[in-house]
Structures are given as structure tokens and as C-alpha cells.
């Protein structure tokens, strides 16, 4: 039986100094993504993405383009083995690499758009005024319900609903501290810092995504090939300004992970690829979805994984 595959791309906390070198070195035609990539903003790309520093490669506005182009770097090296997906989803700023793979934006576009996304995001939120965790252990109304408590003395909020039993939650430093020694109370198992510069998700990101609107207007979009499940809604969406709208909304609005992987499980995925740096979509997926196929590809190795595997279904 003929697999239906659904690609999904990793967002920020995927990073890390040294991804996609081997992609980079193995495969020729991953170079010029590189090359067109650092033309757009006027820096190597393949010396921060590959030698960092950690400290630089973790700022969002630099975390962001950099993301985005070791995936499509991922994405062209997998392209020559041929496989169709019949839909496509990221994780926050994978958003952006998903709808590129569909057709919806041209990759010198994508670049420039989240450089400044990056840059709006880190300006909305002072530096060390913010802060990200993943909560392990607590239900959707332990979280929302101490997020509401901890509201009180500052914004915090559900950020990402990854998949059953991880919630990540945002906001302002004292908020967020707050509201993790309630869910504790509450029986939550671990919460953990996240490396993400901005509390993102949340309603602190209301002006970045004004500024954003500006730029998302001026670029050039167009239909996607096949249907992109968005982050804000988990929905399904073709049309150029359906998606224009939906990544704005996507900033100051929680991820719908979970339902977006079974959203993509309801129009008939029943293999799952994660294209980019990491296997943290990977994870999450097994946990949404235990039954589903789920592949990798962020080295030469993985995906002549992925390639072997999928012949085997």
C-alpha cells in the first residue's frame, strides 16, 4: 500500500551549532540554499549554522533564519528520492518552511520575512523580561487554569499544546515562575526552561505581529500545492490570503500541535516526515499519534533511513 505522507518542519528549540554540515558537504545542491540564503541577509549562514556561537544561533532574529534554511536545505536534499507529500504543517516558525515546501512562498521571501519576524519579536519583549517552559505532566486545565492565576502579576499564557502530557507556557519572568509553582502544587511532573529567547505565543507578541502585518502584505504569496494545517486553528488552507492571515494571527496565538497531527491524520496522513534540524516533531508525533509511520531527515544517514524505510511499507 502506497503510503500518505504528511511533511512537517521543525521550529525554534530544534537549533543547535553544527546543523546540517553533513547535508551541506554531502550533497552539492544544499549549498546554493545556503548561499541564497545569506545573499537575502547579508551574514554566512553556514558559519552560524554550523559554528555558531551557541549564544548568537539561540537569538530568535538569528534562530529563525537559520532554522528555515537548514530545513529547506533538508528539503532539497530529499526532493531527488522523489517522495509526494499529500500535506504539510511546522512548528511555529516551521510554519514558514512548510509553506515553502508547498508552493507558497519563494525561499529568498521566507528568509527575509522571518529575519524580521525574529527582529519584531525580540523588540517586542526586553531581553531577560521573558520567559518559555515545557510542562510535563499536567493537563490542559491545570495549565490554563494556574496560567489564569499567575495572570495576576503579569502575561502568561499556553504557548504550545505539543502533544498529551507537554504543554509549554509563556509570558513574563515573574508570571511564568509563578505559574509553575502552582501547576507543581497541582502535581505537575517537571517544568523545563526552554532555549527561546521570546516569550512568543502569548499576547506580548500582539505588536510584533502588527509590524509583521506590514511586511506579510508587501510579499509576494501564492496557493499552496497542497493543504497547510495551520498553527492557529489546525485547520486546512490552500488559498494565498487565507495563509497571509493565519501567520499573523500565529503570533500572539497558542501552536495547536496536537490537533494540527490529527488534523493531518484526518485527511489521510498515515506517514509522518520531519524535514530540518532534530527529531523533537518526531517525538511529539509518536506521543499525538503511536500508530503512525514516523521518519527523519536532517543528515545523509537519516535520510537514506527514511528512503529505505518507506519502500518497506
Known amino acids: 500500500m502506497t503510503p500518505s505522507i504528511a511533511f512537517v518542519f521543525p521550529g ?3 537549533q543547535s551549532v553544527g546543523m546540517g554540515r553533513a547535508f551541506y558537504d554531502a550533497v552539492p545542491g544544499v549549498r546554493k540554499v545556503y548561499e541564497e540564503a545569506t545573499a537575502v541577509l547579508g551574514y554566512d549562514v553556514a558559519a552560524l ?16 533564519p537559520a532554522l528555515l534554511t537548514a530545513s529547506i536545505a533538508a528539503l532539497r536534499a530529499l526532493e531527488p528520492a522523489g517522495i509526494h507529500f499529500m500535506a504539510v504543517a511546522g512548528h511555529s516558525l516551521g510554519e514558514y518552511s512548510a509553506v515553502v515546501a508547498a508552493g507558497g512562498l519563494t ?14 519579536m525580540s523588540e517586542a519583549v526586553a531581553s531577560g523580561r521573558g520567559l518559555v517552559a515545557a510542562i510535563l505532566g499536567a493537563s490542559e486545565e491545570i ?3 494556574a496560567c489564569r492565576e499567575a495572570s495576576t502579576i503579569g502575561i502568561v499564557a499556553p504557548a504550545n499544546f505539543n502533544c498529551p ?8 519572568k515573574a508570571a511564568v515562575e509563578r505559574a509553575i509553582e502552582l501547576m507543581k502544587s497541582k502535581g505537575c ?11 512568543v505565543h502569548t499576547p506580548l507578541m500582539q505588536v510584533a505581529a502588527d509590524r509583521l502585518a ?7 504569496w501564492f496557493d499552496v500545492t497542497a493543504p497547510l494545517v495551520n498553527n492557529a486553528e489546525a485547520k486546512p488552507l490552500r488559498r494565498a490570503d487565507e495563509i497571509k492571515a493565519s501567520v499573523i494571527r500565529q503570533l500572539p496565538s497558542p501552536v495547536l500541535w496536537e490537533k494540527s497531527v490529527k488534523e493531518l491524520s484526518a485527511l489521510g496522513a498515515d ?15 509518536k506521543r499525538i499519534i503511536p500508530e503512525a509511520n514516523i521518519f527523519n531527515v536532517h543528515d545523509p544517514k537519516s535520510l537514506e533511513t527514511t528512503v529505505v524505510g518507506l519502500k518497506e511499507l
Do not use: W
Request: glycine residues 10%.
Open 12 to 14: 525554534q528549540g530544534s
Open 49 to 64: 549554522c554550523f559554528d555558531g556561537p551557541s549564544d548568537r544561533l539561540n537569538l530568535t532574529e538569528y534562530t529563525q
Open 107 to 120: 525561499f529568498e521571501t521566507a528568509v527575509s520575512l522571518v529575519q524580521k519576524r525574529g527582529r519584531y
Open 143 to 145: 495549565v490554563s487554569e
Open 165 to 172: 502530557g507537554q504543554i509549554v507556557i509563556a509570558g513574563e
Open 189 to 199: 511532573r517537571k517544568a523545563i526552561p526552554l532555549p527561546v529567547s521570546v516569550p
Open 214 to 220: 506590514h511586511d506579510v502584505a508587501a510579499a509576494t
Open 271 to 285: 506517514t509522518f516526515i520531519e524535514v530540518g534540524p532534530g527529531t523533537v516533531l518526531t517525538g511529539l508525533i
